[in-house]
């Protein structure tokens, strides 16, 4: 069974920058595909970012464009998310999931529930 591992959550002011790592590990492989997503309270869950397995093509929701970036680390089934000029909207617990698809989506439907991992959690407060 896949697992997913996140961190590099925590504190930071408007501004500032935080960078989470994703760490895939069980049956996948350096090509999967990642999806990032966030909820806050009283929130649904929004994709945020995802990488293809395929050709390792990119999304990005519309909040974050320009600002955050999504790509793979060296070591074997790590993803990063770099977060760049943090607003406090972006505070909210931010979660990874992989899907055996070849193309991604930011629609959390395309994850099999079984395919998440339990978030790390981001707040943008001065």
């Known amino acids: 069974q896949v697992q997913l591992v996140e961190s590099g959550g925590g504190l930071v002011q408007p501004g500032g920058s935080l960078r989470l790592s994703c760490v895939a590990s069980?049956?996948?492989?350096?090509?999967?595909?990642i999806g990032w997503f966030r909820q806050s309270p009283g929130k649904e869950r929004e994709g945020v970012s995802c990488?293809?397995?395929?050709?390792?093509?990119?999304r990005y929701a519309d909040a974050v464009k320009g600002r955050f970036t999504i790509s793979r680390g060296h070591t074997r089934g790590t993803v990063w998310l770099q977060m760049n000029n943090l607003k406090r909207e972006d505070t909210a617990t931010y979660y990874c999931?992989?899907?055996?698809?070849?193309?991604?989506?930011?629609?959390?439907?395309?994850?099999?529930?079984?395919?998440w991992g339990k978030g790390t959690l981001v707040t943008v407060s001065s």
């Open positions: 999931a992989t899907a055996p698809t070849l193309g991604c989506d930011l629609g959390a439907h395309y994850y099999p529930s079984s395919n």
């Open positions: 069980g049956p996948t492989s350096d090509t999967s595909t």
């Open positions: 990488i293809a397995g395929y050709d390792e093509s990119t």
